[in-house]
């Protein structure tokens, strides 16, 4: 009897079919371009072992060789079209925002307005991060959260950004790595202290979209 898959195996195969499946409709040429890559780079790995008398032995080598690097280059076309996927929707700042899973904690939508602007609260070693995404007039509803923060949280670093394309604002597509690199204000203490106190401050709870993004947005390396 075949010995059953292991869910962790089971989880890695789905998440890779899910990208398979996006990719090639987000970005139908992709696969080619990998699969191009793939050759070129076992063609490379034959004529250099032609030169140095070892065709067959290079040949061998480039073949891992060369899935890797069309693995990698399917990586960065799928991770393009996971973005792609939520653009433009209502709480795409938020998908991105909960895919970010060590060290940070998201609220999404704590504040809503009639537009549908939205405010989402992050909770990390930076302090609180209020995260906007909408019309202009979401400013001033980050504004509004700020202040309701700094009066609930004292003495606490909260650091407000919007989501959006214009001067000032963050891509969506940056907005991890934006989050990543803020200094960091709290101990691992005082984050859990502050994480606490913000959970009896509640928030509002809003759908968000269901675009594939694996951990990071990105498809994992194994």
Do not use: W
């Not at 609930?152 to 909260?158: L, M, Y």
């Not at 960091?184 to 968000?208: D, F, Y």
Request: proline fraction near 6%; charged fraction near 20%; glycine fraction near 10%.
């Amino acid at each position: 009897m075949a010995e059953a898959v292991q869910p962790e195996k089971q989880g890695q195969m789905a998440v890779l079919k899910d990208a398979f499946a996006l990719t090639r409709k987000e970005k139908p040429l992709s696969l080619v371009y990998c699969g191009l890559l793939f050759v070129v780079v076992l063609i490379g790995s034959i004529f250099a072992g032609k030169g140095l008398h070892h065709p067959v032995y290079f040949g061998i080598l480039g073949i891992p060789l060369a899935l890797l690097a069309a693995f990698f280059l399917f990586t960065r076309f799928a991770n393009n079209a996971a973005f792609s996927s939520i653009e433009n929707q209502m709480g795409a700042g938020a998908s991105v925002l909960m895919s970010i899973r060590k060290g940070f904690t998201t609220t999404p939508a704590v504040a809503v307005s009639r537009n549908q602007d939205m405010v989402h609260r992050v909770v990390g070693r930076p302090g609180i991060i209020l995260v906007g995404e909408g019309t202009p007039a979401v400013r001033q509803l980050l504004i509004d959260e700020k202040r309701k923060m700094e009066r609930f949280i004292p003495g606490i670093t909260v650091v407000d950004l919007i989501v959006g394309d214009e001067a000032g604002q963050v891509k969506l597509r940056k907005l991890q790595k934006t989050i990543k690199k803020l200094p960091n204000t709290l101990t691992k203490n005082q984050m859990r202290e502050v994480r606490n106190r913000v959970k009896a401050i509640g928030g509002l709870s809003m759908p968000i979209p269901k675009g594939p993004l694996p951990k990071g947005a990105k498809v994992p390396r194994r």
